[in-house]
């Protein structure tokens, strides 16, 4: 990760929630020199332990973010149904030109969020494979090696090159790309296809793999390629699968983020992951049964806990 080499001095970026990519993030931005602060419920320095891609451990301090100063650069790794209400309390304190960052599994409309926004705001969606832990609340490991990709959902501007370099040191390869929906789709067939099936049968990713899971999965994946297909973003089922059974092979001994919610009795991403998948095949008339038995599944799993 190179270090911040620009003329101009870094400007600080704001992190919400302590969640594991969130703070890999802020751990990479202050060690390349971005002051890093963190917008948490209950605002408290945080000493944080990073273990990094290499095993090499550091220690950080990670300050809470001032309310007296504006916040020019914030970045949401919250879950998805979380992203509206995060930025609807931290909007008083945003900076008229303010860039926002967000980064969740599963699709949700965005158009709410852009409605909060004043128009030399910017809004970005950063969609990452870069895997992190944590073992304990104040320590973060960086434990596989991903990619990103953003794209800005606002128009462009000139504060533009200076988030990608951000973005880049953060949570980085990064790619910018035009359009963001081809891989919302894509990356949505991955988790329609991993995250409900280990929060039912409580197991590492790798377990999917086994031969009885593949009609499920193949159904799965095959109703989020027809939606995404009609909605105007195809996808072809098999590269799809392959794509699928790539990441829980790359995931093997990994539980996915639904696992551990349902474990952990908190809320889940269900709703924005099989529940988009169904809402977007009923406008276009089209069956997802799969992903209906499973959205109703996990809603009952969390609801009973
Ligand atoms: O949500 C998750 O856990 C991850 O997106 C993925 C890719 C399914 C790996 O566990």
């Keep these: 990760m190179a270090p911040y080499t620009s003329a101009q001095p870094a400007l600080s970026w704001c992190i919400v929630g302590r969640g594991a990519i969130g703070l890999l993030a802020g751990a990479r931005l202050q060690l390349a020199g971005y002051p890093t602060r963190l917008w948490l419920k209950q605002p ?61 599994n ?82 949505l067939a991955i988790n329609v296809a991993i995250n409900p099936l280990t929060a039912i049968e409580n197991c590492q990713n790798g377990q999917l793999a086994a031969p009885r899971y593949q009609p499920q999965i193949e159904a799965l994946v095959s109703e989020v390629c027809q939606v995404a297909t009609a909605s105007g973003y195809p996808m072809d089922i ?33 709703d924005a992951i099989c529940g988009y998948v169904c809402q977007q095949a009923a406008q276009l008339n089209i069956a997802a049964p799969a992903n209906k038995q499973l959205l109703m599944r996990i809603r009952a799993l969390t609801t009973a806990t």
């Design 106 to 187: 599963g699709i949700v409309p965005l158009q709410p969020l852009l409605e909060q926004l004043t128009p030399e705001q910017g809004l970005w969606f950063l969609s990452t494979s870069q895997a992190a832990y944590k073992p304990a609340p104040d320590h973060v490991i960086h434990s596989g090696t991903g990619s990103s990709y953003l794209a800005k959902l606002t128009a462009a501007s000139w504060e533009d090159d200076d988030i990608v370099a951000a973005m880049t040191v953060a949570l980085g390869p990064l790619s910018v790309v035009a359009d963001i929906y081809p891989l919302l789709w894509q990356k």
């Design 44 to 104: 408290a320095n945080l000493q944080l332990n990073f273990t990094d891609i290499q095993q090499q451990n550091k220690q950080l301090c990670l300050l809470p973010q001032q309310t007296n100063s504006p916040v020019q650069r914030l970045l949401v790794p919250v879950k998805a149904y979380d992203v509206r209400h995060a930025v609807a309390q931290l909007m008083p304190y945003l900076a008229n030109n303010a860039q926002l960052v967000i980064s969740h």
């Design 238 to 270: 098999s590269s799809s699968l392959a794509k699928v059974y790539q990441v829980i092979a790359a995931t093997t001994n990994n539980f996915s983020s639904m696992q551990q919610d349902v474990q952990a009795g908190r809320q889940t991403e269900i």
